[in-house]
């Protein structure tokens, strides 16, 4: 198996296919606006919702440096954790967001050649960046769910394939 063959897989299993976790499909399936609003006690805490932000903000930043634009200045992490609307409608155009950029990203790679992977983007490799996101990802859907488990909405048993 290539090196892109690789990054490939393992972004299928970031948003949509079982691997070694569950995909953001499952994290996210069944979840409104409400729980993906819940905060757990302790200001330190993101929302699922905040979380789905910043995991946008990171995909669409590295389809700005493939198409070779600039990044946005930001004065902080902080700042790409911030949820933009409120209610149901809203909550489901950042679900649809992330899948849509998720799935844009997958296009561009796999678009690209294995040479094209060592091309840096501005500075870091776009394959090295593609493996980031993928541990990213998996970093992310490990906090959602957690948020889930505390607040009783996941299972307490789930099979898996």
Known sequence: MDRKSIIQQYWQFA?????????????L????????????????ANTI???????????????????GFADQPL?????TFVVKGSGEAAWQD???????????LGRLLQD?????????APSEPIGAQFLDLTVHDAYHTGQIIFIRKLKGAWPSHRSFS
């Open 15 to 27: 948003a949509e296919k079982e691997g070694w976790y569950p995909p953001y499909a499952d994290a």
């Open 29 to 44: 399936r069944d979840v409104d606006a409400s729980l993906a609003s819940w905060r757990p006690e302790g200001a330190a």
């Open 49 to 67: 919702w905040e979380t789905v932000a910043h995991v946008i903000y990171f995909k669409e930043r590295l389809i700005r440096r493939i198409k």
């Open 75 to 79: 004065s902080g992490n902080d700042e």
């Open 94 to 104: 950042a679900v649809a967001k992330l899948f849509d950029t998720h799935r844009t």
């Open 112 to 120: 690209m050649e294995d040479g094209d992977l060592d091309t840096p």
